[in-house]
């Protein structure tokens, strides 16, 4: 009887003895990984979190705890109202621009015979492009005076719109520069995505009846290319609302703070004018609206997804 007890408690001490195995190096897989987070995300977001509630300044070596203070000095702020509102225009004009002219590019594309890859080399060449160099570019580009936009505008007989200095044309012009930075990425999403769609759907589609390419369109293709559109739509928002660089090289928020941003005035408030803890409460706004956009497009586009 003992002998044969201890013959079934061999395997089983063998069993846990490689179950134990495998979780140690499972956690020693995921270590890295672990660690970079708890470094780079979660201990930079609990420390914005605390200074949100402190009127803490760059290079104090003391904190003092102001509870709400910071928050009520930001909703007050015609600054922060600004920043709000030209960061709403600027995603509402960028976002759908950019999804639509980059599914309009890669059906384009696709559809083509000829010069397939150089086009894609074409439109995702901003993409790889370094984009505060480019701003240079684009400056001169829309320069008021020597710019050949304007240059051209003038042959024509048009007028020359201070594109970068006028409060009325300056969120417009970023938000085109942005159309222009996003276009290639998507462009290659939707690529992928068409790639994906089976070609028997579309012969199948004909014979039942859907024989223009709208059909075939609203039929077939659309409601295929769901999940792309739902992760397409969502990093494009994102990018959309993380806007900083083409206004920091271009603007600096102005003129009179008609391209002001949230990330801009964060990063003026924080390490312009060392105000860390009212720039962290702003921060904290930031990613709450970032999190709640986020859940809402999620959820209201998801159930109209099909996945094949």
Same mark, same amino acid.
């Given at each position: !009887?003992? @002998?044969?007890?201890?013959?079934?408690?061999?395997?089983?001490?063998? +069993?846990?003895? #490689?179950?134990?195995?495998? /979780?140690?190096?499972?956690?020693?897989?995921?270590?890295?990984?672990?660690?970079?987070? &708890?470094?780079?995300?979660?201990?930079?977001?609990?420390?914005?979190? &605390?200074?949100?509630?402190? @009127?803490?300044?760059?290079?104090? #070596?003391?904190?003092?705890?102001?509870?709400?203070?910071?928050?009520?000095?930001?909703?007050?702020?015609? =600054?922060?109202?600004?920043?709000? $509102?030209?960061?709403?225009?600027?995603?509402?004009?960028? #976002?759908?621009?950019?999804?639509?002219?980059?599914?309009?590019?890669?059906?384009?594309?696709? =559809?083509? #015979?000829?010069? $397939?890859?150089?086009?894609?080399?074409?439109?995702?060449?901003?993409?790889? *492009?370094?984009? &505060?160099? !480019?701003?240079?570019?684009?400056?001169?580009?829309?320069?008021?005076?020597?710019?050949?936009?304007?240059?051209?505008?003038?042959?024509? %007989?048009?007028?020359?719109?201070?594109?970068? %200095?006028? *409060?009325?044309?300056?969120?417009?012009?970023?938000?085109?520069?942005?159309?222009?930075?996003?276009?290639?990425?998507?462009?290659?999403?939707?690529?992928? =995505?068409?790639? +994906?769609?089976?070609?028997?759907?579309?012969?199948?589609?004909?014979?039942?009846?859907?024989? %223009?390419?709208? *059909?075939?369109?609203?039929?077939?293709?659309?409601?295929?290319?769901?999940?792309?559109?739902?992760?397409?739509?969502?990093?494009?928002?994102?990018?959309?609302?993380?806007?900083? @660089?083409?206004?920091? +090289?271009?603007?600096?928020?102005?003129?009179?703070?008609?391209?002001?941003?949230?990330?801009?005035?964060?990063? !003026?408030?924080?390490?312009?004018?060392?105000? !860390?803890?009212?720039? +962290?409460?702003?921060?904290? &706004?930031?990613?709450?609206?970032?999190?709640?956009?986020?859940?809402?497009?999620?959820?209201?586009? @998801?159930?109209?997804?099909?996945? /094949?």
């Amino acid at each position: !009887m003992a @002998d044969t007890i201890a013959a079934l408690g061999a395997p089983v001490a063998r +069993a846990r003895k #490689t179950i134990s195995t495998e /979780g140690l190096a499972a956690w020693l897989l995921v270590m890295p990984s672990t660690l970079a987070f &708890v470094a780079m995300l979660l201990l930079p977001t609990l420390a914005t979190a &605390v200074l949100a509630f402190t @009127d803490y300044q760059l290079g104090e #070596t003391t904190l003092r705890f102001v509870g709400m203070t910071n928050f009520a000095e930001m909703f007050a702020d015609r =600054g922060f109202n600004a920043a709000v $509102r030209n960061t709403a225009i600027y995603v509402l004009f960028v #976002t759908p621009l950019s999804i639509f002219g980059a599914l309009g590019v890669a059906l384009l594309i696709e =559809g083509g #015979t000829r010069g $397939r890859v150089l086009f894609r080399t074409i439109f995702f060449l901003p993409v790889v *492009s370094l984009l &505060v160099a !480019m701003s240079t570019a684009w400056q001169y580009l829309l320069h008021p005076t020597i710019g050949p936009v304007n240059t051209l505008l003038r042959v024509i %007989g048009l007028g020359q719109p201070n594109w970068f %200095g006028a *409060s009325d044309t300056v969120l417009i012009s970023l938000g085109f520069i942005g159309v222009w930075q996003n276009v290639g990425f998507n462009m290659v999403l939707f690529l992928a =995505g068409l790639t +994906a769609i089976p070609r028997e759907l579309y012969a199948a589609a004909e014979i039942d009846g859907a024989k %223009g390419a709208v *059909s075939r369109f609203r039929l077939v293709t659309w409601p295929l290319l769901g999940p792309t559109t739902l992760f397409v739509v969502t990093i494009t928002t994102i990018s959309a609302i993380r806007v900083f @660089d083409t206004v920091r +090289a271009l603007t600096q928020g102005g003129p009179n703070r008609a391209s002001e941003v949230m990330l801009h005035l964060i990063y !003026m408030e924080g390490f312009s004018f060392f105000r !860390m803890g009212y720039a +962290a409460a702003i921060t904290l &706004v930031f990613l709450a609206v970032v999190l709640v956009l986020m859940l809402i497009q999620t959820r209201v586009l @998801d159930r109209r997804v099909h996945y /094949g």
